[in-house]
């Protein structure tokens, strides 16, 4: 089995995908010769021209827009935007159009969409580059989530969306994009709902997303030390949203921390935590803990080291669950 | 002053526009009195009075030709050629409805009718018609998109950044401003710097007319001159068309312009008595034109019945849909 980094498994999925299928559109900024603005793209545009491969304006609103009128249209299209902390110049068309036209049109049209954007935590770049912003998505009926932690989930669930009908809001992180690890070069899909367990353990269930997976499994190595077993599970996609791989981990375990890089309030963590109650109480020995993303805005330099979360805090938290 | 018959419409076709105007003008009445009534919740936006620019737009274009339009979208969805029974049980959010119930007024669509939707968040379809116009053009299919939107419209971001990028790619896409003269209660004059909307597309080199949107002769006209620009592959065309919203926003809206100057100013300008008299003037008898009123009436009256009688949808279908797999 060969490696990839999670940037060239994303590359070569797009562009095995672009060979496949004749009308799949690639809409974005700088995406096209200067190969987008995290290496994503590289190659592509050499390969399938200016049309398909389609740099455009600075105006992320009208280009999600466009990308919607290319999927109603029967066109399927991929859709970047550079950082994440940019959906929120295009959040009207992701939240009140993509999201909704299959629905409000009595099932007329369907909206095979794929906004790409990474999460640049843990990079320094200051308020307005840091974010991650994927709980709002959760809250709105009708969009897909992905938030892959690695190669082979990357390339697995990435083939999913491109394979299928609805609006997919497909999350990626900076920070992740130069790990690698085992990636077939068979053809292979990962189903959205499935949350994935990258590590056994029997005492805590750690669920971590996106960025904090790899702090997460440090962590749990550390507590192995201890003679801690730390089950870490990384759910993979919040829409749909695998309660039931959660809450299995949990009636084995009897203890959940939630761990991930975005804002405390209104987190992911808030609402499986309140999922995990509803559906796993009974079983739980200690409180849910959370460990997430200070509330507030991520300075610039080194301060922002302090606002996600590290190893030693995830071990703090495991230690303090089991005493 | 009215516009000639320069695309040479015989008498039949020019009383087709007339009839479709009417078909309009009287679903529309039926709709506010159904909304009165309680038999629509929400709200719903009137068209009466912009009757003469969807009508003669889409007289110009083709079954396959795409249309998308706002809130006040009703008009468009007929002149397009959606079944009055369909657009009257989605009105009503019947099972029956083109939406299945699930639109409502200000959500219209019929694909098949090439009918793309309504949408009721204001300037967010015209991006989408772009996206759809590009498809056109990546395809090399010979099919125009057309936008109706209003002078509000025009003051949002996704405007310009549409008129930029359909510009710059040279899409297929006809710009249709309804300039009616007020966004709920900020008259133009307040919310425009420059008289002529048309002037901004202008800016981004665009083709780009403004035309009397109440007689339908120079819209047909106006649209037919875009339709050939934009089907040649010759790019986008703007067509603003200056009118007079006569009913109030929506029907859930306070105010309406009773002796009030537009309301003199509307008893001139109201494109259906206008284009009767020309079209007496050319020799078309009343009673033929009584008609057409008589057929209209009747098709929505069981445009009206048939939803009445339609079903809602049942409330364990409601997260039916939510998405397509």
């Known amino acids: 089995m060969r490696t990839l980094t999670m940037r060239d498994a994303i590359n070569e999925i797009l562009r095995e995908e672009m060979r496949r299928q004749s009308e799949l559109t690639l809409l974005g900024q700088d995406i096209g010769a200067y190969g987008g603005t995290f290496g994503v793209y590289r190659g592509l545009y050499d390969e399938f021209g200016p049309e398909r491969v389609r740099d455009g304006p600075l105006c992320e609103s009208a280009t999600v827009g466009f990308g919607i009128g290319l999927a109603i249209s029967g066109m399927r299209c991929v859709v970047e935007l550079e950082f994440m902390d940019f959906v929120t110049v295009a959040m009207d068309q992701i939240v009140n159009q993509a999201a909704k036209l299959h629905y409000f049109m009595g099932g007329q049209v369907t909206v095979p969409l794929i906004i790409r954007t990474p999460i640049v935590s843990r990079m320094g770049m200051g308020p307005q580059h840091s974010q991650s912003l994927e709980a709002w998505f959760m809250h709105v009926p009708g969009l897909k989530i992905a938030i892959p932690s690695n190669a082979y989930d990357a390339k697995g669930l990435l083939l999913t969306a491109l394979r299928g009908k609805d609006p997919v809001l497909f999350i990626e992180n900076v920070k992740l994009y130069g790990t690698s690890c085992d990636v077939p070069s068979e053809e292979y899909s990962i189903p959205f709902g499935k949350a994935r367990t990258l590590r056994g353990g029997k005492d805590i269930t750690l669920v971590a997303l996106s960025g904090t997976v790899p702090v ?101 938290a495991i230690e303090s669950l089991l005493n | 002053m009215n516009a000639e018959n320069t695309a040479n419409l015989s008498t039949d076709a020019l009383i087709d526009l007339y009839r479709r105007m009417l078909l309009i003008r009287i679903f529309e009445e039926q709709a506010i009195e159904l909304f009165a009534k309680g038999f629509i919740t929400g709200t719903t936006h009137p068209y009466i009075g912009q009757e003469a620019i969807s009508v003669g737009v889409c007289a110009a274009l083709k079954k396959e030709d795409q249309v998308l339009a706002t809130y006040r979208g009703h008009g468009a969805a007929l002149a397009k050629g959606c079944s009055p029974s ?240």
């Open chain 2, 86 to 325: 369909s657009l009257m049980a989605e009105l009503l959010t019947r099972t029956t409805g083109c939406c299945k119930g699930r639109g409502g007024s200000m959500h219209l669509c019929d694909v098949q009718q090439g009918f793309l939707g309504t949408n009721a968040i204001v300037a967010a379809h015209i991006p989408i018609a772009g996206g759809v116009a590009l498809s056109n053009k990546l395809r090399n299919q010979p099919l125009v998109t057309t936008c109706f939107f209003g002078d509000g419209a025009s003051c949002e971001g996704e405007f310009f950044e549409t008129l930029n990028m359909a510009a710059l790619w040279k899409t297929p896409l006809i710009f249709v401003c309804e300039n009616n003269g007020y966004a709920i209660s900020v008259p133009t004059s307040m919310s425009q710097a420059t008289p002529d909307i048309a002037d901004r597309a202008r800016g981004f080199g665009i083709l780009s007319t403004v035309v009397d949107g109440n007689d339908i002769l120079a819209v047909h006209q106006a649209a037919i001159d875009a339709v050939q620009h934009a089907r040649n592959g010759q790019g986008p065309v703007f067509i603003e068309c200056k009118t007079v919203r006569w009913e109030r926003h929506s029907a859930f809206s306070a105010g309406r312009y009773e002796n009030s100057e537009e309301a003199q100013k509307w008893k001139r300008v109201d494109p259906l008595p206008r284009f009767k008299r020309k079209l007496m003037a050319a020799g078309v008898s009343e009673s033929r034109l009584e008609e057409q009123a008589k057929q209209c009436q009747t098709e929505i009256t069981s445009a009206v019945d048939f939803a009445l009688k339609s079903p809602s949808p049942t409330s364990e279908s409601i997260y039916e849909g939510i998405f397509a797999e």
């Open chain 1, 216 to 316: 997460a499994m440090a962590a749990a190595e550390i507590a192995a030390k201890s003679g801690i077993e730390v089950e870490v599970i990384d759910p993979r996609t919040l829409n749909p949203f695998d309660d039931e791989g959660i809450a299995a981990s949990l009636r084995k375990t009897g203890r959940l921390i939630i761990a991930h890089d975005a804002y405390r309030t209104c987190g992911v963590a808030a609402e499986i935590s309140q999922r995990m109650m509803e559906t796993a109480f009974d079983y739980l020995n200690a409180p849910i803990t959370r460990v997430t993303g200070l509330d507030v805005p991520v300075p610039s330099g080194a301060l922002h080291q302090g606002v996600v979360p590290n190893r030693e805090n995830l071990v703090t």
